[in-house]
């Protein structure tokens, strides 16, 4: 939105030419959302404790956790507020993927919002059924992975866009063809899933959400600029540099969330963050045409998705548990280890992992 007015007064004053940088945006992005953050925070959060929109807490779970109940929760609209505002402001709104990643942003923030006004309004401890949930999931996903294709088939960009990059593997894709579709979905889906099912201690998936965003943001940079795409043997797709611009937007207000969801939390995301921000890094990624590398940087997540299932696999087969509970965070917890030592061990990890998917670049 900026941009149209600061080109504009680019006739008159060269000076405001720097706001055409796409560098430039994405700084004023994500301290934009930073800012937006820090202001209106507090008074959500007041907002939602006289509301007593409190987190409710899971009975077999760590002791520890008992003191959590009563949390404000819902804080995941903060930073999607922050995002939104941010973004429509300094992105260029002609292209196509911003409002793409939009879209799937907010339509998983729709449907946490409902899951959690459900559980903490209307008093119904279920929320959304897991049906109804994947449904909706399911129809947002699908939408964004056919907008996806056809505005891939419409460019002439399909061989590009539907190739998936094996890192680390010089020149090495496999064409999906109409098979991207399903992988953007299961991508999308499956990372708002697995986001969610991190959110369980005081910063532990906000943090290495904004890690991984902001490293996917330096991936749609260098994937956005022709002369870096083909410097380093990535996929060159024209546009994507824009995204850079959301995922500074998702950097800042994630740090701008953090503030308040740091140990000891005065606030929790909910669904309508955990689910929108796992969401927007699956599409994210899928834009960039680095699904796997998600993957990698995202390995936190992936590793806690992983061992619910094999829990719950494990305990229908065999009648026993692999872990002493799950998600993985809760095994080191019953284990002893204190929340912090859990949530920045699980930080270091992720910068590390977020490093290794930065190798990717250079070693092929």
Same mark, same amino acid.
């Given at each position: 939105? $900026?941009?149209?007015?600061?080109?504009?007064?680019?006739?008159?004053?060269?000076?405001?030419?720097?706001?055409?940088?796409?560098?430039?945006?994405?700084?004023?992005?994500?301290?934009?959302?930073?800012? $937006?953050?820090?202001?209106?925070?507090?008074?959500?959060?007041?907002? @939602?404790?006289?509301?007593? @929109?409190?987190?409710?807490?899971?009975?077999?779970?760590?002791?520890?956790?008992?003191?959590?109940?009563?949390?404000?929760?819902?804080?995941?609209?903060?930073?999607?507020?922050?995002?939104?505002?941010?973004?429509?402001?300094?992105?260029? @709104?002609?292209?196509?993927?911003?409002?793409?990643?939009?879209?799937?942003?907010?339509?998983?923030?729709?449907?946490?919002?409902?899951?959690?006004?459900?559980?903490?309004?209307?008093?119904?401890?279920?929320?959304?059924?897991?049906?109804?949930?994947?449904?909706?999931?399911?129809?947002?996903?699908?939408?964004?992975?056919?907008?996806?294709?056809?505005?891939?088939?419409?460019?002439?960009?399909?061989?590009?866009?539907?190739?998936?990059?094996?890192?680390?593997?010089?020149?090495?894709?496999?064409?999906?063809?109409?098979?991207?579709?399903?992988?953007?979905?299961?991508?999308?889906?499956?990372?708002?899933?697995? *986001?969610? @099912?991190?959110?369980?201690?005081?910063?532990?998936?906000?943090?290495?959400?904004?890690?991984?965003?902001?490293?996917?943001?330096?991936?749609?940079?260098?994937?956005?600029?022709?002369?870096?795409?083909?410097?380093?043997?990535?996929?060159?797709?024209?546009?994507?540099?824009?995204?850079?611009?959301?995922?500074?937007?998702?950097?800042?207000?994630?740090?701008?969330? $953090?503030?308040?969801?740091?140990?000891?939390?005065? *606030?929790?995301?909910?669904?309508?963050?955990?689910?929108?921000?796992?969401?927007?890094?699956?599409?994210?990624a899928v834009v960039v045409r680095q699904e796997i590398v998600l993957a990698i940087m995202g390995g936190v997540f992936v590793v806690e998705t992983l061992s619910v299932i094999i829990q719950v696999s494990s305990f229908k087969l065999t009648g026993k548990r692999v872990f002493r509970m799950a998600p993985l965070h809760h095994h080191f917890e019953l284990k002893g280890w204190a929340e912090p030592k859990v949530i920045v061990r699980f930080w270091i990890i992720t910068v590390i992992l977020v490093l290794v998917g930065f190798a990717s670049l250079k070693l092929r």
């Amino acid at each position: 939105m $900026l941009l149209y007015l600061t080109n504009y007064l680019a006739q008159f004053e060269s000076g405001f030419n720097v706001f055409s940088y796409l560098t430039m945006r994405a700084i004023l992005g994500a301290l934009t959302a930073l800012v $937006l953050s820090f202001v209106i925070g507090p008074r959500m959060i007041s907002k @939602l404790s006289n509301n007593q @929109l409190g987190q409710p807490v899971r009975e077999d779970g760590p002791e520890t956790h008992l003191l959590k109940a009563g949390t404000p929760t819902m804080g995941g609209a903060l930073i999607l507020m922050a995002i939104s505002i941010s973004t429509l402001l300094w992105a260029d @709104l002609e292209n196509v993927f911003v409002w793409v990643v939009l879209f799937v942003t907010l339509s998983f923030g729709v449907i946490g919002y409902i899951d959690d006004y459900k559980k903490l309004i209307l008093q119904d401890p279920a929320g959304i059924s897991a049906k109804q949930k994947l449904f909706w999931q399911s129809a947002a996903a699908i939408i964004a992975a056919l907008t996806l294709y056809f505005y891939a088939v419409e460019s002439g960009t399909l061989d590009t866009a539907t190739a998936l990059l094996i890192p680390y593997l010089k020149d090495t894709t496999i064409q999906l063809g109409m098979l991207q579709i399903v992988v953007t979905y299961l991508f999308i889906v499956g990372f708002s899933n697995a *986001v969610n @099912l991190t959110d369980g201690l005081d910063g532990l998936a906000i943090m290495p959400t904004v890690l991984v965003g902001g490293a996917l943001g330096v991936f749609a940079y260098l994937t956005g600029n022709v002369n870096f795409a083909e410097y380093l043997g990535i996929p060159y797709v024209s546009g994507t540099g824009e995204i850079l611009v959301f995922c500074a937007a998702l950097a800042g207000a994630g740090l701008g969330f $953090l503030w308040f969801n740091t140990y000891p939390a005065q *606030v929790f995301m909910g669904d309508i963050g955990a689910l929108s921000l796992g969401a927007a890094l699956g599409a994210v990624a899928v834009v960039v045409r680095q699904e796997i590398v998600l993957a990698i940087m995202g390995g936190v997540f992936v590793v806690e998705t992983l061992s619910v299932i094999i829990q719950v696999s494990s305990f229908k087969l065999t009648g026993k548990r692999v872990f002493r509970m799950a998600p993985l965070h809760h095994h080191f917890e019953l284990k002893g280890w204190a929340e912090p030592k859990v949530i920045v061990r699980f930080w270091i990890i992720t910068v590390i992992l977020v490093l290794v998917g930065f190798a990717s670049l250079k070693l092929r």
